[in-house]
């Protein structure tokens, strides 16, 4: 459970991060504005089900939400994104960087831990003495 929670304080930060840019001027973007204002109340779901419903499913979430806004940003640094050019210059950045990438890792990590990835199953008291299916 210390992993779920980890896990979703990287999304809840990533989450104000984006909802803080958005406040700040990005939501007159046509595209990114949006996305922002998605990425922050998807942040807060996230978390929510990471930390309510004891399910492998949500640990897929901070994993496909921290890569997303990981390679997104990658792109919008390097390329350029919807017409917007970002850059490794501020803190928000580097921030967002890290706990995006921790999120990633976290959500395989519990997912690992419960049991979800591995062969036998989920590593919960109730699945005890049950016959797992492949």
């Known amino acids: 459970m210390v992993l779920r929670l980890l896990a979703a304080v990287a999304l809840l930060i990533s989450g104000w991060i984006h909802l803080d840019l958005w406040l700040d001027g990005t939501r007159d973007l046509d595209v990114i504005g949006p996305a922002f204002m998605v990425n922050a109340v998807a942040a807060v779901v996230i978390a929510v089900l990471l930390l309510t419903w004891r399910h492998c499913v949500p640990l897929f979430l901070p994993v496909g939400f921290g890569a997303a806004t990981f ?16 850059s490794f210059s501020g803190s928000y950045e580097w921030v967002s960087l890290v706990v995006e990438a921790a999120a ?11 049991g979800y990835l591995s062969r036998a199953g989920p590593q919960d008291s109730a699945m005890a003495g049950r016959p797992q299916s492949l």
Request: net charge negative; aromatic share 14%; glycine share 12%.
């Open 71 to 86: 390679a997104a940003f990658i792109i919008s640094a390097t390329v350029g994104l919807f017409d917007v050019n970002e």
């Open 104 to 114: 990633v890792v976290l959500g395989v990590w519990a997912g690992w831990q419960e």
